[in-house]
């Protein structure tokens, strides 16, 4: 068990421009989340994927945002056109999905929008 | 619906003094409970887990909780802080497995 992997670490872009964030969860897991955490708040929810099914999204997701999960395993966010309200710490977590078993969650991924 | 109650938004304590961080929960069925550790600039980690078994629960770090279903309240404790201890922490609600509902938080502080 390696843990939730996430890429990069930090990403600081100009206002405008698109960024695209990975995730890897735990190899087993079929469930993988997204989470947006800013400062002083707890994590909210963006979407999760049971293997490559997008299966919820909240409306906090909005147009510019897209995440996917090709192949069961490795996930994707893209940002598009970033604005400043972006910045935040962006969460990936992953589960086997059953209402016992708790995320497993990465370490983040923090953005800065200059 | 689901949701989650954190009372207290910072709790500060002395090292070696018992830590009691709060949350009230509601949910239309019969919840799985847990309480994760969040240290600055890092994931979240898991410090334990209620899921209709045991109604206290032990967790890593010598911290456990105990679930009552009469208050809807799972707090978490510790008998005795440890400055490594000083973090956020997050009581997170689910029913289903599908969706994992947070509490804004509480941030704990261990004065030496």
């Known amino acids: 068990d390696t843990g939730v992997s996430q890429n990069p670490r930090h990403k600081i872009t100009k206002r405008g421009q698109n960024v695209t964030f990975r995730c890897d969860p735990i190899s087993e897991h079929n469930r993988l989340y997204w989470y947006r955490q800013t400062l002083g708040q707890g994590p909210e929810f963006l979407t999760y994927f049971q293997n490559e099914a997008q299966l919820e999204k909240s409306r906090l997701l909005s147009d510019r945002f897209s995440a996917e999960r090709p192949k069961g395993s490795f996930s994707t966010l893209e940002i598009q056109r970033t604005e400043q309200g972006d910045s935040a710490m962006y969460l990936c977590a992953s589960s086997l999905g059953t209402p016992d078993q708790p995320q497993h969650f990465g370490d983040g991924t923090r953005l800065s929008i200059l | ?112």
């Open chain 2, 1 to 112: 619906a689901q949701s989650v109650t954190q009372l207290d938004s910072h709790v500060s304590v002395s090292e070696g003094t018992p830590v009691l961080l709060r949350c009230n929960y509601s949910s239309s069925y019969s919840p799985s409970l847990f309480w994760y550790v969040q240290h600055p600039n890092k994931g979240l980690q898991l410090l334990l887990k209620y899921t209709s078994a045991a109604t206290l629960v032990k967790g890593i770090n010598g911290f456990e909780a105990e679930f009552k279903k009469s208050e809807t309240s799972f707090h978490l404790t510790k008998p005795s802080a440890h400055m490594s201890d000083a973090a956020e922490y997050f009581c997170v609600v689910s029913n289903t497995g599908n969706q994992f509902y947070f509490g804004t938080g509480t941030s704990l502080t261990v004065i030496p």
